[in-house]
């Protein structure tokens, strides 16, 4: 590692890395070794402070380059092995994950500013990921078709060969290895590229998989580097088959695009807006408690973060009061003291957004009921802190209401009937995820089919699992991330005719 700061997060950080990555070195994970970059230099930012953690080069094309092509070797010797011998192989990897949680999850909590409390629970969730595809990948089996002719026809699902993942910084391991686990279960090699600002736990995993038994080398590759540079030569790359990417609408479309000129297929994971609609017949203390953890959770930096309250308007004046009482509670600190529920932004950029989009909807008339700012006593961290937001009395067409915060930002529209609180709900172009709190189980039921939404919660939020298949509808993308679904995002179907007939029927040429 170059130009190492000092600072107590940074020292700790460098010991971290001195137990996870050979030599404690910020490099690219190409077949087991660490390859140096030969870009500009990119800063790792501690978002609890702002100080400088660590420095690295960009990987660039010739890193690229060596991770192609040790992914496409690496392709062919794990999919010439046995289903259950990769099955136990990526077994191994979910062991070695959690050999070693503690420093992985602490490595996130320093990194990227989540609070420790939540990055242990994200790493144990990582080892499942690969422990649920271990089991998978011996049961990944086609269908005997029964055609109308004498032939035995049946299909085969068949890795792409190398994919390119493009991973966000809001959850750096978690998204690694929600991706990771299913593609390599499906056959493929995987060129994983996390986001410059948060790198060095997907760094971490990419090594684990190298070293885990019975895993070739190279199947895993993790390019530490800039999506404008390295991320966008590997999309490029003509030994790439699909490309994945997790983030912004707006990068998605660019990626999906850059793709598809290679005719190569892309799986989009991207943002929402989603809605959380509560009854008057709810059970609001428990919707209450809902509608905190929607939002707040994970300083509302998450895809499906439930950042609309729709709010039945006999219970909206009480419902607002008693959240914005509530969210004055929850502890917003260091998110390395195990206390802290919301810590800081991840980077300056996001809170400055976060900050303008607060400020531009009270200048609409908008009422900011709860937090709008950083929280006084964190004022001279230097971090990037912004506290738990309600913003009450918001139009539906206004742009907190429509566009994606990535905050922990709630805008709250009241509504008068099951059908406008569904018209609200599916009102912008994303359909991520929503939820819906009532005692009325038929409407419960009735609302969930209503919203156009890839993953609902009916008197819940937030819950996934990566057995259940996960991804949006409309502006939120296509392809699904988790389930069994996943497999079939990542692999292609062939088709196998076998003529079993002793004297086949001719339709057309001679015998010579």
Not at 162 to 191: D, H, L, S, Y
Request: hydrophobic share 45%; charged share 15%.
């Amino acid at each position: 590692m170059s130009g190492t700061p000092h600072s107590p997060a940074a020292d700790r950080v460098a010991a971290l890395l001195a137990d996870l990555l050979p030599g404690g070195r910020i490099g690219s994970v190409v077949a087991g070794e660490i390859l140096a970059g030969t870009g500009a230099a990119l800063d790792l930012t501690n978002p609890a402070d702002g100080g400088v953690l660590a420095t690295f080069a960009d990987a660039g094309p010739s890193v690229v380059e060596a991770a192609m092509a040790a992914a496409r070797d690496a392709q062919r010797a794990w999919w010439s092995m046995s289903a259950a011998a990769r099955g136990r192989a990526m077994w191994a990897v979910a062991a070695l994950v959690r050999q070693h949680a503690g420093a992985l999850a602490e490595l996130e909590t320093l990194s990227a500013g989540k609070p420790i409390r939540d990055t242990r629970g994200e790493v144990a969730k990582v080892a499942e990921m690969f422990e649920y595809y271990a089991g998978w990948c011996d049961k990944l089996h086609g269908d005997v078709i029964p055609v109308p002719t004498s032939h035995l026809n049946y299909t085969r699902h068949e890795p792409f060969g190398t994919v390119v993942q493009i991973t966000p910084w809001n959850a750096p391991i978690f998204t690694a290895g929600w991706q990771i686990a299913p593609a390599i279960c499906a056959g493929n090699a995987v060129v994983l590229k996390p986001s410059e600002l948060t790198p060095l736990t997907s760094l971490a995993l990419g090594l684990l998989c190298d070293r885990a038994e019975g895993m070739p080398r190279g199947l895993v590759s993790v390019l530490a580097g800039a999506g404008p540079t390295t991320g966008a030569a590997a999309v490029a790359h003509p030994e790439t088959r699909l490309v994945v990417f997790v983030g912004s609408a707006e990068a998605g479309a660019q990626i999906a695009a850059a793709a598809a000129r290679a005719i190569v297929p892309s799986v989009l994971e991207l943002g929402g807006k989603s809605a959380n609609i509560v009854f008057a017949d709810a059970d609001l203390d428990r919707a209450l408690i809902g509608a905190q953890a929607a939002i707040f959770g994970g300083a509302g930096q998450s895809c499906v973060a439930g950042s609309r309250l729709l709010v039945h308007r006999s219970i909206h004046a009480s419902f607002v009061e008693r959240l914005s009482r509530a969210a004055a509670r929850i502890p917003v600190g260091a998110p390395t003291d195990p206390e802290t529920q919301i810590g800081p932004i991840n980077n300056r950029r996001q809170r400055d957004k976060i900050a303008d989009m607060v400020e531009a909807a009270a200048g609409a008339g908008a009422t900011i009921a709860a937090g709008g700012a950083c929280p006084a006593a964190l004022r001279d961290t230097g971090g990037f802190y912004y506290g738990p937001t309600i913003v009450d009395g918001v139009a539906p067409d206004a742009a907190i209401a429509r566009e994606e915060v990535f905050g922990p930002v709630l805008a709250v529209l009241p509504f008068d009937g099951e059908d406008e609180a569904v018209a609200l709900a599916n009102g912008t172009p994303y359909g991520l995820a929503g939820a819906v709190w009532t005692s009325d189980g038929g409407r419960g039921h009735r609302v969930a089919a209503a919203l156009r939404a890839g993953t609902v919660w009916v008197n819940g939020y937030k819950t996934i699992n990566v057995a259940s298949p996960f991804g949006g509808f409309g502006r939120s993308g296509f392809g699904r991330s988790s389930g069994q679904e996943a497999l079939m995002a990542y692999t292609q179907t062939k088709s196998v005719w076998v003529e079993t007939a002793a004297a086949p029927a001719v339709t057309f040429g001679y015998v010579g």
